[in-house]
T-cell receptor
């Protein structure tokens, strides 16, 4: 069974540009999460989808970030316009029904560098 | 103040040593406690999961949670070079925020032969 996949693995853009990150969760997982780790800091929660609905978006830093999960399958995270402080590794994770203990399976991450 | 504090190390031990990793936290609402292991250029993978206080053992790994002290630990017995990785503690409060994991900074562990 394929794990969580993320694309691209690495993106280098200039300040002010737009970048879209994609996450494909494990098939059948209704829950999808985005996290971010900036250099020297801990991994931080951004938001949580249940199917196509946003369950919790309390970690989204500002309105330059837009997450979507149309159809409840893959998700995209768009940063527009990108700023220097957006550099970091963006992780996506997915999990099954919340009745099962909430094991989140993480993808390898997308390393974003904003110059 | 961070909600979860974890000494980033690095920690270097000889093969066969017992490793002790720990985290402290401030949010008394946390009731689900996890340890993740992360190899270089990979995503975190779940190692141990504990609900509320108590101990849990899985092979060479033992997780302990002391909610009264807001302190969790992971012990690795007979450590192996393949255990070299970053170890992250994570916690969640459950309820409507069941999906939100709060991580520690991670401890870099190296087990040398």
């Amino acid at each position: 069974e394929a794990g969580v996949t993320q694309f691209p693995s690495h993106s280098v853009i200039e300040k002010g540009q737009t970048v879209t990150l994609r996450c494909d969760p494990i098939s059948g997982h209704d829950n999808l999460y985005w996290y971010r780790r900036v250099m020297g800091k801990e991994i931080k929660f951004l938001l949580h989808f249940v199917k196509e609905s946003k369950q919790d978006e309390s970690g989204m830093p500002n309105n330059r970030f837009l997450a979507e999960r149309t159809g409840g399958t893959y998700s995209t995270l768009k940063v527009q316009p990108a700023e220097l402080e957006d550099s970091g590794v963006y992780f996506c994770a997915s999990s099954q029904d919340r009745l099962v203990h909430n094991e989140q399976f993480f993808g390898p991450g997308t390393r974003l560098t904003v110059l | 103040q961070k909600e979860v504090e974890q000494d980033p190390g690095p920690l270097s031990v000889p093969e066969g040593a017992i490793v002790s990793l720990n985290c402290t936290y401030s949010n008394s609402a946390f009731q689900y406690f996890m340890w993740y292991r992360q190899y270089s250029r990979k995503g975190p993978e779940l190692l141990m999961y504990t609900y509320s206080s108590g101990n849990k053992e899985d092979g060479r790994f033992t997780a302990q949670v002391d909610k009264s002290s807001k302190y969790i630990s992971l012990f690795i017995r007979d450590s192996q070079p393949s255990d070299s990785a970053t170890y992250l503690c994570a916690m969640s409060a459950g309820g409507t925020s069941y999906g939100k994991l709060t991580f520690g900074q991670g401890t870099i562990l190296t087990v040398h032969p």
